[in-house]
């Protein structure tokens, strides 16, 4: 059942809602790549590369920003969102065909 932190009282209840939350950020993480094959096909019909320095950027400080807005460690989630970052780029490079 789901709780907050707070009223759990037990290590199985914190385990619990911690795969509860784990799998809902995963369901999260499958809508999002929706959205990264989608960008994949747009790219190729208008000849935009895989791979958009300033909008990895931007990417990148907005995860730093949301962190930050949410009592999280910026620098950390934002290391988290760079990794995620270059697989949607080497996903869309191998989509387009790019070396």
């Given at each position: 059942m789901?709780?907050?932190?707070a009223?759990?009282?037990?290590?199985a209840?914190?385990?619990e809602n911690?795969?509860?939350?784990d799998?809902g950020?995963m369901?999260?993480?499958?809508?999002?790549?929706?959205?990264?094959?989608r960008?994949a096909?747009?790219?190729?019909?208008?000849?935009?590369?895989?791979?958009?320095p300033?909008?990895?950027?931007?990417?990148?400080d907005?995860?730093h920003?949301n962190?930050?807005?949410?009592?999280?460690?910026?620098g950390?989630?934002?290391?988290?969102?760079?990794q995620?970052?270059?697989?949607?780029i080497?996903?869309?490079?191998a989509?387009?065909?790019?070396?």
């Amino acid at each position: 059942m789901a709780k907050t932190a707070a009223d759990c009282t037990t290590m199985a209840e914190i385990r619990e809602n911690i795969d509860r939350v784990d799998n809902g950020l995963m369901a999260l993480f499958a809508e999002r790549w929706t959205f990264i094959r989608r960008a994949a096909e747009i790219k190729a019909g208008l000849g935009i590369p895989a791979d958009v320095p300033e909008r990895v950027r931007q990417v990148r400080d907005n995860a730093h920003r949301n962190a930050e807005a949410h009592g999280l460690e910026g620098g950390f989630y934002e290391e988290i969102w760079a990794q995620l970052i270059q697989h949607a780029i080497a996903y869309e490079k191998a989509e387009l065909g790019e070396p």
